[in-house]
């Protein structure tokens, strides 16, 4: 019988569903904190060249008239943020004259920044403008890389070791990581514990879901799966609201990490994956973790009743044909998994690309930095809604891809905006971005309905690289609007467009048991039987019908 089946006999949806989900959960809505920090930690403050040192007492006397002999200003009126004028100009003060031609220099005396609203960043701190300027989006690059390493790393520990001990790891090197980051005082070594912070990012996502999924029965995995998008639109909100009260870069910073040492602590708690430990022949610990299940959702006696003859007699048929080893060629071996890998590679890739390059600069709108993030996170809850109700009445093939080609439609359609309309190009940004927040998280649990239990981090791992790339391929997209300003909203458009197409292409999931073996899996999508013998199929099927009185008698 399924696996399924036997969650469903020791309380379905219960108490320790509930619990568990909500503590893993948690963590997950701070991990939108770290994925959108720099919009906060890496604003960019208005600033001019400072004056030079000879001139101080001027400078203080007269600071408005000093500022504008010495610095030019832009074609918008404002004084330029890399140039200043070589010696002072003071016929500019008189009104309506201009010089033509004067010679300019770079800020070699630093700068001053406006500090009304940011009090301290990245950018204030080691000065990452003008000619350094990049430096602030290669931080942004690193970290996008840790995350793309985290994913492949921790998505192949998981079906080794678990989805239990990189979990825990994660936890803490995030805490230690993240709280590194805020003391430290070199860029360098910001980078690089930038770094290490990205890695765990994929370490925590990826195994929460398959931990929540896989301890899930099968008509609670929708709703668990939602909950997940709902708890990283909530950290949004919560980034918002804890950096407009912390201003200060470094204590923001802690503030936002320190909190997963307390989820370290409590993780050890939580129980591995049944499902894993049977697929890894460790029976005993896997039905004492189901017993422990049964006696927190209140079916003490069905779990006293599980041995581990009965739950090896019990799930036999499924994990018959299992392997305890896989690698990333799994994921192509065979014609139906080969599908699956390259229709996700292009879902993920594309729907990063597009996400990240709506998300990540939210300077850019001209409106408040603090209601444009909380904005973008408000939006995605009735998106989500809506995703959760198509999800569970209509499917996640037609949701998701749905979702997808409305998004590319929005942000195509944004850039016949005029640009000084920009409550309606944020609006419109936002709800763009909603979508892709609720397919991003769809495709979450419909790659982890897709692949078998015996590979299913290991592919979850490997179409999370693809995002990685996506979300690194964003600013390289943002840059061709240097060349024309309509290419990065064609290419965001499109490219989330192709993956809702990409996404017809895959095998609907809905209310469809877990499949738990490649074997199994190529069965199915050669429409055979998904179990490997007649008899047993048969057997299934009759004590399914007999109700879930009959099926508690028979554990």
Not at 64 to 78: E, H, K, Q, S, T
Not at 215 to 230: E, Y
Not at 513 to 540: N, Q
């Amino acid at each position: 019988m399924a696996f399924t089946d036997l969650l469903d006999a020791l309380g379905g949806v219960g108490r320790f569903q509930l619990v568990y989900t909500a503590l893993l959960l948690l963590p997950c809505s701070l991990l939108a904190c770290h994925n959108f920090l720099q919009n906060f930690t890496a604003a960019v403050a208005p600033h001019h060249c400072q004056v030079p040192t000879n001139h101080t007492t001027a400078a203080t006397n007269h600071s408005g008239r000093w500022l504008r002999a010495n610095v030019p200003l832009d074609p918008l009126g404002v004084p330029e943020s890399c140039q200043r004028f070589t010696e002072p100009q003071w016929v500019l003060l008189n009104p309506n004259t201009s010089v033509p031609g004067a010679a300019t220099e770079g800020c070699k005396d630093g700068w001053v920044y406006d500090r009304s609203v940011f009090p301290s960043t990245i950018v204030t701190e080691w000065n990452l403008v003008c000619e350094a300027r990049t430096l602030r989006d290669l931080a942004q690059s690193i970290y996008m890389t840790g995350v793309l390493v985290g994913a492949a790393v921790f998505g192949s520990l998981a079906d080794r070791l678990g989805r239990k001990a990189p979990l825990i790891w994660s936890y803490l090197q995030l805490a230690v990581s993240g709280a590194a980051t805020a003391y430290f005082g070199s860029f360098s070594a910001y980078c690089a514990f930038r770094f290490l912070t990205g890695m765990t990012f994929s370490g925590i996502i990826l195994n929460s879901l398959s931990l929540v999924v896989e301890w899930m029965p099968t008509r609670g995995r929708t709703v668990a799966g939602i909950l997940l998008g709902f708890s990283f639109t909530f950290g949004q909100v919560i980034l918002a609201t804890v950096a407009y009260l912390i201003r200060p870069w470094r204590w923001l910073q802690f503030a936002v990490s320190a909190p997963f040492l307390i989820f370290f602590l409590y993780s050890w708690w939580l129980p591995e994956s049944s499902r894993w430990l049977l697929l890894h022949g460790k029976s005993q610990l896997a039905v004492q973790n189901l017993q422990k299940v049964a006696a927190i959702n209140g079916k003490k006696q069905e779990g006293q009743r599980l041995t581990k003859e009965v739950v090896s007699s019990y799930i036999q048929s499924e994990f018959a044909s299992s392997r305890t080893s896989s690698s990333v060629l799994d994921l192509f071996r065979t014609p139906a998994i080969r599908k699956v890998t390259c229709c996700l590679m292009v879902v993920w890739f594309s729907n990063s690309v597009a996400y990240y390059g709506l998300a990540m600069d939210l300077q850019k709108f001209g409106l408040s930095i603090y209601l444009v993030q909380v904005l973008f996170g408000v939006i995605d809850v009735p998106a989500m809604l809506v995703a959760t109700t198509t999800m569970i009445y209509v499917g996640r093939r037609v949701t998701v891809a749905s979702f997808l080609i409305l998004a590319g439609s929005m942000v195509i359609v944004n850039m016949f905006v005029p640009e000084d309309m920009q409550i309606l190009r944020t609006a419109q940004a936002a709800l763009g971005k909603g979508c892709l927040a609720s397919s991003f998280i769809c495709v979450y649990l419909f790659t982890g309905e897709l692949y078998p239990t015996e590979i299913r981090q290991m592919g979850m791992g490997f179409a999370s690289v693809n995002a990685r790339l996506g979300g690194l391929a964003a600013p390289l997209v943002t840059t061709l609007g240097e060349f024309s300003t309509i290419l990065p909203p064609v290419g965001f458009g499109a490219t989330s467009i192709l993956a809702g197409l990409a996404i017809c292409l895959l095998t609907e999931t809905r209310n469809m048991p877990l499949v738990e073996t490649i074997e199994a899996m190529e069965r199915r999508a050669k429409g055979g039987p998904a179990l490997k013998d007649m008899e047993e199929k048969s057997e299934e099927i009759s004590l399914q019908q007999m109700g879930p009185s009959a099926l508690k008698e028979t554990i």
